[in-house]
């Protein structure tokens, strides 16, 4: 399995000389559709877990490739059943290690907010701690129901900070893709572009930023915009909202 995935990765890597990263991770699937056979079940508990078991084979990869593509880095995820931190495997220094936040509320930024049994913001700082190269995989939508409110725009504002914070390097922030538009699609692509230049800017900034994009793209009616949006925030302010919430 090993070889295969090498040379498999090296024949890609020689066929895209201008890569700078090649993905070598799990399927988007529960822990459910992971391997457990006897030998895998045997290393990750000789390992200490499912972290160290992905990235002990993550590691491999990076370790072969490392002489021949010295400015390739190997992309993994911390996700679902891999989102904690490593017992006793550290990624190699040219693994870039993407954590995921699929879990998480989204109505309180990460540094507040552990309602869905995971404490986002420890996980993230322990990440952090052992991993040369880390990214952020976000999220800022309801996939469910795209079209109705998802109060989440002061977790957006913290979580870009912490992510600053953590020595994020690169930060990914998945929104509404099935449909051309969605629940102010445009109002955050416009708000996570800003913070992606300026994650410190004050909330004052950021709340101007509001207002003046609802002014440009709503015109003379964008006070009542601007004031459902904020009577939405309010009215969620002791709600939990996850990424697959009903109305």
């Avoid at 090993?2 to 991770?25: C, F, H, M, Q, R």
């Avoid at 045997?42 to 990235?55: F, I, K, P």
């Avoid at 999220?139 to 109705?148: C, L, P, Q």
């Avoid at 900034?205 to 949006?229: D, M, N, P, Q, T």
Wanted: glycine share 4%; with cysteine.
């Amino acid at each position: 399995m090993d070889e295969k995935a090498i040379t498999s990765g090296k024949v890609s890597l020689a066929a895209n000389p201008g890569a700078k990263y090649v993905s070598v991770s799990q399927n988007d699937g529960s822990v459910r559709d992971a391997c457990y056979c006897d030998n895998c079940t045997a290393l990750r508990e000789q390992l200490g877990g499912w972290s160290d078991h992905y990235l002990n084979f993550v590691n491999k990869i990076a370790n072969e490739i490392k002489d021949e593509y010295p400015d390739v880095m190997v992309h993994t995820f911390a996700y679902k059943f891999t989102k904690d931190a490593p017992k006793t495997v550290v990624p190699a220094d040219n693994v870039m290690v993407q954590f995921c936040t699929i879990e998480a509320c989204f109505r309180h930024s990460l540094t507040e907010c552990s309602a869905h049994g995971a404490d986002f913001e420890k996980l993230l700082s322990e990440w952090s701690a052992i991993c040369n190269y880390i990214s952020v995989w976000d999220y800022t939508t309801d996939f469910y129901y795209s079209s109705v409110s998802f109060p989440n725009f002061d977790a957006i504002y913290d979580n870009m900070r912490l992510f600053a914070d953590s020595n994020v390097k690169k930060v990914y922030e998945q929104g509404n893709w099935q449909t051309t538009s969605g629940e102010f699609s445009e109002l955050r692509g416009y708000l996570i572009s800003r913070l992606l230049w300026d994650p410190y800017m004050s909330r004052d900034e950021y709340e101007r930023h509001i207002s003046e994009f609802l002014a440009c793209y709503y015109g003379k009616g964008w006070r009542y915009v601007r004031e459902y949006i904020d009577r939405c925030c309010d009215l969620a302010e002791k709600i939990h909202l996850g990424i697959y919430i009903r109305p």
